[in-house]
Nanobody, 127 residues
Framework: QVQLVESGGGLVQAGGPLRLSCAAS????????MGWFRQAPGKEREFVAA????????YYADFVKGRFTISRDNAKNTVYLQMNRLKPEDTAVYYC????????????????????WGQGTQVTVSS
């Protein structure tokens, strides 16, 4: 059974940085692409960023391009989301997810492309 555990959330002032981590259990982490999603109160969960299994390709939602960076360390079974220049509208619960397909160079921006999810970590950006 795969487990994903997010950490690094918290309260930050607008304009500040925050780094989220997602640690995965199991030995197959490096075969799968990973994604970050978020869900704000009263809104549906939305795609934020994705990275392919090799880490060679990354993809971002338009609203985070230039501010957020997704990366992974396959030796540590961990994927990261570095968030800079945070805005109050970035306030949400952030989830990491593991892609269904192994060794894919495609990215998936819908929830259907992922089959394991973490419990989420709260990010609150104050104005």
């Amino acid at each position: 059974q795969v487990q994903l555990v997010e950490s690094g959330g918290g309260l930050v002032q607008a304009g500040g940085p925050l780094r989220l981590s997602c640690a995965a259990s199991g030995r197959t982490f490096l075969r799968h692409g990973m994604g970050w999603f978020r869900q704000a109160p009263g809104k549906e969960r939305e795609f934020v960023a994705a990275i392919t299994w090799s880490g060679d390709n990354t993809y971002y939602a338009d609203f985070v391009k230039g501010r957020f960076t997704i990366s992974r360390d396959n030796a540590k079974n961990t994927v990261y989301l570095q968030m800079n220049r945070l805005k109050p509208e970035d306030t949400a619960v952030y989830y990491c997810a593991r892609g269904k397909v192994t060794y894919s160079n495609s990215y998936y921006y819908t929830e259907g492309g992922y089959n394991y999810w973490g419990q989420g970590t709260q990010v609150t950006v104050s104005s």
